[in-house]
């Protein structure tokens, strides 16, 4: 008598869900690293195009500016034309964006095409988190959505050491045209992996308003936005100046480009633990309390302390610089893992986390330019742990405000109805 091979169906069904939330998180990684594959390529653009300081500032900075402004929208599309297709349509206009400015022959026209880009970056990373909670099994949403929320620092290792290494042997318009190939890569895997966007019964542009509109008009989209950027402000802003940091310490040659993309890279160390450890009952609030904590000692120690009269003092930077980045990577994939459950029953997973990014991307303009303004007034960078553990304490105070984990957001006591849809969004 034949037996019946259930175990093994399920292990294909999990086979297939992992296949298709692993897709998702590629194409996060290779749109993310179109950020960082120009750091070590502008002084070869600048060589090539005569560009100048401001305008190189600029060529860093306008790939964010998509996303300032086209989080909602984007949240809209994503209702209309659905997630797979968003994700697909980013993917795509990355690779033709990055092909355009290969070809580019002018700086000007280079911002075009990094224009471009951030359209294309802004339609995948805005759909995705939310297209992995639709395909991702209950059981492994936590680790699906604490590996998206270290996607930007495995992008980071991966965007700023690989661009280091093959800038060696080839200019940055090779460059260009490699990163339009990578991006491409993911696409078969989601064609495959998966499924099709499913049309919904309300379809339409006034539907689509209406949820993302129902959606922005709770408060807490707001909150969990403001407490990212938070983090994002002061996170790439260290990022962003440590290679001047290295070399104002006396590090020359590659080392303070490799070294920082380590410590980029390790920030998705600290993403991947949060899967776990919210896995075993850690509240998202709670884990992202004490990183801010930990982010703030962290920063004193690396920048109030006068390292460099110690014999091993860059050794000690580096090591606290790096702990800043890892524990760090904890609050992107709780904040992710709290976003994508806080919309109401009527509204728009898709919009809460466009507004997110909103939010975040005015904190990743802001924060290096304070940053900057810090270190300058006062001398040096030994300062800027001010501005580091001020972001960090005004997130631990915005954490009052954060629904409970439960799901129940603010007046939600009290109203049966937003109580039990909001239990009902905490067990999915």
């Not at 120009?38 to 900075?61: F, R, V």
């Not at 280091?164 to 339009?180: H, I």
């Not at 009952?281 to 009269?309: H, K, N, P, Q, Y």
């Not at 986390?353 to 290096?368: A, E, R, S, Y």
Request: glycine letters at 12%; a positive charge; charged letters at 10%.
């Amino acid at each position: 008598m034949r037996q019946p091979l259930p175990a093994k169906a399920s292990d294909d069904r999990r086979t297939t869900a992992d296949g298709a939330w692993l897709a998702v998180l590629a194409a996060g990684i290779a749109a993310a690293m179109h950020i960082w594959k120009l750091p070590a390529a502008l002084a070869g653009i600048q060589a090539d195009l005569g560009t100048t300081l401001i305008q190189a500032g600029l060529l860093l900075g306008i790939i964010q500016l998509a996303s300032v402004v086209g989080g909602l929208v984007t949240a809209v599309g994503g209702e209309l034309a659905g997630l797979r297709r968003l994700l697909l349509a980013g993917l795509v206009l990355l690779s033709v964006a990055s092909t355009l400015g290969a070809m580019a022959p002018s700086t000007e026209l280079l911002m075009a095409a990094r224009t471009l880009e951030g359209i294309g970056f802004l339609l995948a990373v805005v759909v995705a988190p939310a297209l992995i909670r639709q395909v991702t099994p209950p059981p492994r949403l936590n680790v699906a959505l604490a590996s998206w929320g270290a996607f930007q620092g495995m992008a980071t290792l991966i965007g700023l050491s690989a661009g280091a290494l093959f800038l060696q042997a080839a200019g940055w318009r090779e460059w260009w045209l490699v990163m339009a190939v990578v991006t491409l890569l993911p696409v078969p895997l989601l064609l495959r992996r998966v499924p099709r966007d499913v049309v919904p019964a309300d379809t339409g542009l006034r539907a689509a308003v209406r949820k993302v509109a129902r959606t922005v008009s709770t408060r807490q989209p707001w909150i969990i936005g403001l407490v990212f950027a938070c983090y994002t402000a002061q996170w790439i802003a260290v990022l962003g100046f440590l290679p001047s940091i290295y070399r104002s310490a006396g590090l020359e040659g590659p080392l303070p480009g490799i070294l920082s993309a380590i410590v980029g890279g390790v920030n998705a160390c600290g993403a991947l633990s949060a899967g776990p450890l919210i896995q075993r009952g850690l509240s998202e609030r709670t884990i992202i309390f004490w990183t801010f904590l930990a982010m703030a000692a962290a920063s004193v120690a690396t920048f109030a302390v006068d390292w460099e009269s110690t014999g091993l003092g860059i050794v000690f930077q580096v090591a606290f610089i790096a702990a800043f980045s890892a524990v760090g990577g904890l609050i992107p994939a709780a904040v992710t893992r709290y976003s994508v459950r806080i919309a109401p029953a009527d509204g728009s997973v898709t919009a809460v986390l466009g507004l997110t990014q909103q939010i975040f991307n005015v904190g990743n303009f802001l924060g290096p330019m304070l940053f900057a303004l810090l270190a300058t007034s006062t001398g040096g960078w030994g300062t800027t742990w001010w501005l580091t553990c001020a972001l960090s304490g005004v997130g631990m105070a915005l954490l009052a405000f954060v629904g409970h984990r439960d799901g129940t957001i603010d007046g939600a006591a009290g109203h049966p109805g937003k109580l039990l849809s909001a239990q009902r969004k905490a067990q999915m």
